[in-house]
Each structure stands twice: as C-alpha cells, then as structure tokens.
C-alpha cells in the first residue's frame, strides 16, 4: 500500500478498491487493512487483575459493569483489586501509583478515553512499555473495543482469562495541556487510537454539549462544523517531511475506526510499528459533505481526491495560534504538538479466532 521507499520520508499510502463490492458515492469499498500484523500469543498465567473502572462510562453504568467482571474473574480464580476514578484524568493518577508485577493485568472498564488514562498512568510509571491491558467496553465511542472485536462484558472477560495477546503500538503526544483559552503548561499522553486536530475536533466540542443524543451526537457535530467551515492553517510535520497550507482535518490513527464507529483509516494497522494519517487538504462545504458521506459508506473517503493518506513514525503539528487537540476521543490539549511511535509498547487481550 506504499510507493516510498523506507527511510526516504513518510510512506504514501495508496488503496485498492474491492470490486466486489458496489460502487457508492462514486467509489467501491477499499480492500482493508489486517487490524493486526503479527500472530497473537496465548494467554499466560496471569492471576492478578488490576480493574480500573470509569463509572461515568456508558451512561453511568460504568460501576456495575465494573462489579459484574470482579464476579466473573474472581469466579475464574482471578485475585481482582477495583479502583474507581473520580474525575477526568483520575485514572492516571491512580494507574500510576498502583505497585505491580510484570505479570499482573490492567483491566480498564470505559471507553477510549479510559484506556488511554490507564495506559498513560502505567508508562509514565514504567516509560520502557511492555505492560498488558484489557479492555471492557463501557463507553460511547469504544473505537479501539470495535477493532478489538469485542463485543459484551462476558467476551471482553473471557478474552482477559483465556484469549489471546496481541502487541499494540502506542504513541508519545507532547502538546499543552486543556484546550484553547485554558492551557496549563505541557503534557504528555499516550495514544493507542487517534489523534485529531482541525474540522474533526470542533465537531466533537460540539458534541460533547450534546451527550444527551447518545452516539448521533458525532453526526450532528460533524455536520455543525462543516456548515461553519473554519479556516485553518498548520505546518504539518511528518518524519522530517514540513507541508505548510491551509487544512480542513487531520486524522491521524493508529486503530481504523474512530467516533460514532466511523471508519476513519482503512489501512491502519495496531502493531505495524507507524501510525497513519489522513490528511483533508482545504476543501468547500460541498467537498466535505461528500467526503464525510463517502466515509460513511464503508470508508470510501480514503478514495477522495483532496484527502492524501501517509504512514508515519514521527509527526509535528504548529499553527499561528493554540489549536484544539483530541486524543482517544478526549478534547484535552492544544498546539503545538509532537508525537513519536512508540513500536509494540504494550499489549491488549483479543479474542482467539475460533
């Protein structure tokens, strides 16, 4: 799917059509990539689970659910300790601070969000990686837990007991911290799904004010920031590769899918050791209306011709004034930003193929 060679910039990725499918909005679906590369290993003796539960998740059904798998593992002969987070950001305080052993799990009940808090509380404990963690799905979004193919409670816990592992890559985020008009100095997160900037995260500010719409908040959103069509100018920086312009979105994805379970990168894949992004270069109302139904129909966005895709390992971000990040579905940073690959840094429970 690339034409560069290795070494010589970012790679270009170019999609191949399924002809098997029909052509929708002009396109036929493209040919996905393997959401994993590499073979997933059995699952070990593993005995000690650290449950880390959002209880705010899925319309606060996060507690229960949180209960229902310390049953279940504890039923499997599993040792479980339940923390509960508080507030946005808890989570990384408390995985953080949680002693452990190399064999121990991290089990985090939520969505993206919650995930990516554990993940950054357990490598800024251990910033060499390599811990194991295991997603339940709980929340709105549960982008990385579509991926994943998990699909209930009871699957999620059976793929921590006896499933497989799989190597997942992460990448290093180091931008300012809380959005535009808030900055707090620097952060730093850890990403195992996306990281937005431009017409992307104005939909999902938006929609954050709509929660009460449930998932079709991410439509509604998205379409209230195409209708606004905001000019936005960037430097993009990608493995040493500066494109200067006016943009309409940045998708940059380590997982396919995204928000409201759109099929943001077809090509991506969780252990390839780079991330993709999908560059919307600047587009009219007209252009994004049909590139964001192209999306919707199966991902035939990536075949529009002012949407560039790449794979990267290193990337920067800089605009004329602070500019609003996401990171796994979280508006929490600002511009500029930097971000690393960070190869095969952890592992995650999936389901064995039967």
Aim: aromatic letters at 6%.
């Amino acid at each position: 799917m690339s034409n560069d060679e290795e070494g010589q910039g970012p790679l270009t990725l170019s999609f191949k059509p399924d002809l098997s499918t029909k052509r929708k909005k002009g396109a036929h679906k493209p040919i996905y990539a393997d959401v994993f590369t590499q073979k997933p290993e059995k699952a070990g003796d593993n005995s000690h689970v650290h449950l880390l539960v959002n209880p705010f998740a899925g319309r606060r059904k996060g507690r229960s659910i949180g209960e229902q798998v310390k049953s279940l593992l504890e039923k499997e002969g599993k040792t479980v300790e339940m923390y509960f987070s508080d507030y946005s950001g808890h989570l990384i305080e408390i995985a953080q601070g949680i002693k452990s052993n190399s064999e121990d799990i991290f089990a985090v009940v939520g969505g993206d969000g919650s995930l990516s808090e554990v993940i950054t509380g357990r490598m800024n404990a251990q910033p060499e990686g390599g811990g194991l963690f295991a997603l339940i799905p709980a929340g709105t979004g549960n982008s990385m837990a579509n991926d994943l193919r998990l699909t209930s409670t009871e699957q999620a816990v059976h793929c921590l007991v006896s499933g497989g592992r799989q190597n997942l890559d992460l990448a290093k985020v180091e931008m300012v911290d809380g959005l535009p008009g808030s900055e707090k100095g620097q952060t730093v997160r850890y990403s195992h799904n996306l990281v937005t900037w431009g017409l992307g995260v104005d939909s999902t500010i938006k929609a954050e004010k709509m929660r009460w719409m449930g998932p079709m908040r991410y439509d509604v959103g998205i379409l209230m920031a195409i209708m606004a069509n905001n000019r936005r100018n960037a430097t993009l920086t990608i493995d040493d590769l500066e494109m200067k312009g006016d943009y309409t979105l940045f998708l940059i994805q380590n997982s396919q899918t995204g928000g409201s379970m759109l099929p943001l990168a077809p090509g991506a894949s969780l252990d390839d050791g780079m991330m993709d992004i999908g560059i919307l270069k600047k587009m009219t109302r007209r252009d994004v209306l049909k590139a964001f139904g192209m999306l919707k129909k199966e991902g035939r966005h990536v075949f529009h011709p002012r949407i560039d895709y790449h794979r990267f390992r290193t990337l920067s971000i800089k605009t004329p004034a602070p500019a609003a990040i996401n990171v796994d579905g979280e508006n929490i940073g600002s511009t500029p930003l930097n971000m690393e690959v960070l190869p095969s840094a952890a592992q995650i429970c999936v389901p064995l193929s039967e």
